[in-house]
């Protein structure tokens, strides 16, 4: 199965920056919910890592 994690992080998109917002079933979820949030801005960029779930791996 796969999961989408959504993160928010500044515009260099720099690991350390990343803040964790939540696990979703699709993308267009997590994108509508980035939406609803207000995680677009113009000092901060959405991040949507697509996972496989029972993996393990380094993200």
Same mark, same amino acid.
């Given at each position: 199965?796969?999961?989408?994690?959504?993160?928010?992080?500044?515009?260099?998109?720099?690991?350390?920056?990343?803040?964790?917002? /939540?696990?979703? %079933?699709?993308? &267009?979820?997590?994108?509508?919910?980035?939406? $609803?949030? /207000?995680?677009? %801005?113009?000092? &901060?960029?959405?991040?949507?890592?697509?996972? $496989?779930?029972?993996?393990?791996?380094?993200?």
């Amino acid at each position: 199965m796969t999961v989408f994690i959504l993160f928010q992080t500044d515009i260099h998109r720099t690991r350390a920056s990343r803040a964790f917002f /939540g696990v979703f %079933t699709s993308e &267009a979820l997590a994108m509508d919910h980035a939406k $609803e949030n /207000g995680l677009y %801005t113009h000092d &901060a960029k959405v991040v949507i890592i697509e996972c $496989e779930t029972d993996k393990f791996d380094e993200v």
